[in-house]
C-alpha cells in the first residue's frame, strides 16, 4: 500500500505527484505544497483515504477553495494569509480567534497563525493557545515561515504535542532569522 505521496511543484505551474511504496512506520504525515490546483484537491482527498495527516500552508497567499478545507488536517498561515481565507486581519487575540474559528467552519481540523514578532496562535479542538516570540536581534526573516512550518511538520511527526510542536518551531524561527539568507539560515536540528 502507497505510505507517503511526494509533490513538486515547478515555478510555470507544472506539477508531478509521485506515490511511492511504504516508508518505515510512523511516516504518514503529507506536507502539501501550496499551488491551489486540480492535482492538489487529488492529493488531498488521496491522502485522506489513506489516513494520512495533511499540512497545507497557501504561500504565497492565495485563497483556498472550499472544497479543499475538510481535507486539510492543519492549516498554517500568516496574517496575510488568514486575511486571504477569511476577510479577518488577525493581530490581537480576538482577530485571531475569529479568523481560526472562520477557516474551521470551512472545515480545517486545527489552524496556527503566525504573528511575526508577535509569536502565533493555534487551536486544539475548541481551545485557542498562543505562544509568543522570543526576542532576538532579526537580521533577515526570508526563511522564518518556512522553517516554522518545517519543524512544526516533523516534531508533529514524531508524535509531540501541538503546544510543545509550535513552541520548538518558534524556537527555530527565532533562531533563522537572526542569520541571513534562507536555507542556510535555518537551524539544525541540535541547536533547536
Known amino acids: 500500500p502507497t505510505q507517503a505521496i511526494i509533490r513538486v511543484e515547478a515555478p510555470n505551474f507544472a506539477a508531478a505527484t509521485a506515490w511511492f511504496?511504504?516508508?518505515?512506520?510512523?511516516?504518514?504525515?503529507?506536507?502539501?505544497?501550496?499551488?491551489?490546483?486540480?492535482?492538489?484537491?487529488?492529493?488531498?482527498?488521496?491522502?485522506?483515504?489513506?489516513?494520512?495527516?495533511?499540512?497545507?500552508?497557501?504561500?504565497?497567499?492565495?485563497?483556498?477553495?472550499?472544497?479543499?478545507?475538510?481535507?486539510?488536517?492543519?492549516?498554517?498561515?500568516?496574517?496575510?494569509?488568514?486575511?486571504?481565507?477569511?476577510?479577518?486581519?488577525?493581530?490581537?487575540?480576538?482577530?485571531?480567534?475569529?479568523?481560526?474559528?472562520?477557516?474551521?467552519?470551512?472545515?480545517?481540523?486545527?489552524?496556527?497563525?503566525?504573528?511575526?514578532?508577535?509569536?502565533?496562535?493555534?487551536?486544539?479542538?475548541?481551545?485557542?493557545?498562543?505562544v509568543p516570540a522570543l526576542r532576538v536581534e532579526a537580521v533577515d526573516t526570508t526563511a522564518a515561515g518556512d522553517t516554522f512550518i518545517g519543524v512544526l511538520a516533523a516534531c508533529l511527526a514524531e508524535n509531540k504535542d501541538m503546544e510543545e510542536s509550535v513552541r520548538c518551531a518558534t524556537r527555530a524561527a527565532a533562531i533563522t532569522i537572526t542569520r541571513y539568507g534562507a536555507q542556510q539560515s535555518i537551524p539544525y536540528r541540535e541547536e533547536v
Request: contains cysteine; hydrophobic residues 40%.
Open 21 to 130: 511504496p511504504p516508508f518505515p512506520p510512523g511516516l504518514d504525515r503529507k506536507l502539501l505544497p501550496s499551488t491551489v490546483s486540480p492535482c492538489l484537491l487529488a492529493s488531498l482527498e488521496l491522502a485522506r483515504e489513506l489516513g494520512m495527516y495533511t499540512i497545507f500552508n497557501p504561500a504565497p497567499a492565495k485563497i483556498i477553495p472550499e472544497k479543499y478545507y475538510p481535507f486539510i488536517d492543519l492549516l498554517i498561515v500568516n496574517q496575510v494569509e488568514a486575511e486571504y481565507q477569511t476577510g479577518i486581519l488577525p493581530q490581537e487575540e480576538e482577530s485571531c480567534r475569529e479568523a481560526i474559528q472562520s477557516m474551521r467552519r470551512l472545515g480545517a481540523g486545527q489552524v496556527v497563525i503566525t504573528l511575526g514578532s508577535r509569536g502565533s496562535m493555534f487551536n486544539i479542538g475548541e481551545e485557542m493557545y498562543s
